[in-house]
């Protein structure tokens, strides 16, 4: 029994040393966000991968791949805050397979295209900048690639809006990754008392959704 607890402290050591080397390194790749002069304007242009889903649809999982390209500008309040604004295009949706463990059948994949703009407020701390607002979307364009609601544009509302929440790192002097979190606040279905489509069960439509990018660092000091 003594060896035993031995053995376990032993590895127990070595894992949390090991954790700690990870850690280490990763803090050591992350490099500090430069400092901003006040009244500076800055430019990042972005890209991601997105991962959504629509809660109200039955369907669960981040399960959607999608994307998001965007042209970020911003203003410096000072050396550790600004305020950027956000121009860009972007897929997102859901989908659903076959499930028959749940006897679930109803087969979709839906695509949502937008152009959206977001209003963010930046806030460096320690070595990564939180960012966090509001985002507006106007839809483009609607499909269900597998014939399940052909009409489904005639139901969706043309402007939306969401919440955003994320968190930015500087790994390279010229790149930053970034993860974000959006969720709707307003459903994205129309106010109709029956929904004529067998992929919405009620009018309540919301993107949930979760993207990790990267940022191009144009003029940071």
């Not at 439509?205 to 990790?212: A, D, E």
Request: hydrophobic share 40%; with cysteine.
């Amino acid at each position: 029994m003594f060896k035993r607890k031995i053995l376990f402290l032993i590895a127990l050591s070595f894992s949390l040393g090991g954790r700690a080397q990870i850690l280490k390194n990763i803090d050591n790749a992350i490099q500090p966000w430069p400092e901003w002069n006040k009244a500076q304007f800055y430019f990042l242009p972005s890209v991601a991968s997105v991962f959504s889903q629509i809660d109200g649809d039955g369907a669960s999982g981040y399960n959607k791949f999608g994307y998001q390209v965007a042209l970020n500008t911003g203003y410096a309040l000072n050396s550790n805050q600004a305020v950027e604004l956000s121009f860009g295009l972007s897929e997102r949706g859901s989908q659903q397979g076959i499930d028959p463990i749940n006897s679930s059948f109803n087969v979709f994949h839906i695509r949502y295209r937008y152009f959206e703009t977001g209003l963010l407020f930046q806030q460096r701390w320690k070595k990564f900048l939180i960012n966090g607002g509001l985002r507006t979307t106007y839809l483009l364009s609607a499909e269900e690639e597998l014939g399940s609601a052909p009409a489904l544009q005639d139901h969706l509302k043309t402007f939306g809006i969401m919440s955003e929440l994320g968190i930015r790192a500087r790994v390279h002097e010229n790149w930053a990754l970034q993860l974000t979190t959006n969720y709707g606040l307003m459903s994205l279905a129309k106010n109709e008392i029956m929904i004529p489509n067998p992929i919405f069960r009620t009018s309540g439509q919301f993107l949930n959704c979760m993207s990790i990018g990267a940022i191009y660092l144009i003029n940071q000091p």
